[in-house]
């Protein structure tokens, strides 16, 4: 079967999760179709061919631009059997290439944006436009991959018309190979944190989504001996920078061994970070699923998180480790996270019992290859029906 696999996100872009998901999956693909990969960028490689927008467009709205690489994905899709695009930057591409190739349109949901209002503060007008290129492509696509169970409650609930015979659930996988305890030191070295005191790490981007201002406000009273380390970029707006900032300088004004790194570090050094974390936080105000706790897990770090979407489909609360609920009071939510983070903390043997039963549970349930076959029996039932 020859499959075009859409994606704005491919190495060595990959920024979200998201692009991690995609990463992983289309090697795992490889080998059990003839997969093509179509994402952003410039050049071509055996296997992928990748698209830039419109130089007209340079200067014109995100989506606008986004537009145009969907266009010239669709335009190469020709003799593929089947398209599967990711997120909304690529659904677009795959509705037109199922027009235009007479060919089924597989589409993986990773988020919604009506569930994400905030995205109108980095888009502007071109929000109604990705919500536009979602609305058509979730509504047309032959099958519509959610990433959870919860993800596919919320696409069914945004988009009603939609057949619920046409939602699979294919959760997010995790290379628990390459995501496992890593017992050097250097990159904590480098980073400058005391080995002799505990830490807590957050990973993410700086968004609305992610929660990353509740996290700046949880840790200010937790455990004094506590260090906080923040993996955190790629703000969505500079109104979000600059309130991430304000934040940080605050929280360092009255809590010290606050270190934020704001570039992309390799992945093994964050294998490492999350390693010797004592916890991995989340406190995302929405999530599919949450690919960053499979990793947090995978290397047998206990993980504190936001009781919502799909997470409790990966964190087991009490067991590998703890879920916060949200509330309408971002000071109630930011008191739960704190009694959390201080809960791991004050007691090392249970985490160190959660981390374990985490990485048990990443190894038996996540694998990309169960991810993989999973896919691949979809395609060939959507084909068959073709």
């Given amino acids: 079967m020859r499959v075009g696999l859409l994606t704005r996100e491919y190495p060595p872009d990959v920024y979200g999760g998201a692009g991690v998901h995609v990463e992983f999956l289309a090697r795992e693909l490889t080998s059990l179709v003839d997969l093509e990969v179509h994402c952003w960028g410039e050049g071509r490689g055996v296997g992928v061919r990748r698209h830039r927008s419109w130089a007209a467009l340079d200067t014109a709205n995100d989506a606008l631009r986004t537009f145009s690489v969907d266009l010239a994905m669709a335009a190469g899709l020709e003799g593929r059997d089947l398209v599967h695009s990711h997120t909304w930057y690529a659904n677009l591409a795959g509705h037109l290439g199922k027009m ?3 060919i089924p349109h ?3 949901a990773h988020s919604l944006e009506p569930l994400r209002p905030w995205k109108a503060e980095q888009l502007g007008g071109g929000y109604a436009l990705s919500s536009w290129a979602e609305r058509t492509a ?3 696509a032959d099958a519509v991959i959610a990433v959870s169970g919860a993800m596919r409650e919320d696409i069914l609930a945004c988009y009603p018309a939609l057949d619920p015979a046409r939602v699979r659930v294919v959760h997010n996988g995790i290379d628990t190979t390459l995501y496992r305890p890593d017992r050097a030191t250097d990159v904590l070295d480098r980073v400058g944190l005391d080995r ?3 830490y807590v790490l957050f990973v993410g981007r700086i968004t609305r989504q992610k929660g990353v201002p509740h996290l700046l406000r949880a840790v200010r009273d937790i455990d004094p001996r506590a260090q906080v380390v923040l993996c955190a970029g790629a703000p969505d707006t500079p109104e979000i920078d600059r309130e991430f900032r304000d934040l940080f300088q605050e929280l360092s004004r009255v809590r010290e061994g606050v270190r934020w790194i704001p570039q992309m570090l390799p992945r093994l050094e964050v294998i490492q970070l999350l390693t010797h974390a004592a916890a991995f936080v989340c406190p995302s105000v929405y999530e599919p699923l949450g690919i960053v706790n499979l990793e947090a897990m995978a290397c047998g770090t206990p993980v504190v998180a936001s009781r ?9 609360d009490g ?5 916060v609920a949200p509330d309408e009071d971002p000071a109630v939510f930011e008191a739960g996270l704190a009694r959390a983070l201080d809960a791991v903390l004050d007691d090392p043997e249970g985490a160190r019992r959660m981390g374990e039963a985490g990485r048990e549970r990443a190894v038996g349930e996540f694998g990309w290859d169960a991810v993989a076959r999973r896919t691949v029996r979809l395609y060939e039932e959507i084909v068959r029906q073709g």
């Fill in 106 to 108: 597989v589409m993986t």
């Fill in 196 to 198: 002799t005191r505990p």
């Fill in 100 to 102: 235009l190739h007479g």
């Fill in 319 to 323: 067991k590998t480790g703890l879920l």
């Fill in 138 to 140: 979730v509504e047309t």
């Fill in 308 to 316: 919502v979407g799909g997470i409790p489909e990966v964190v087991e």
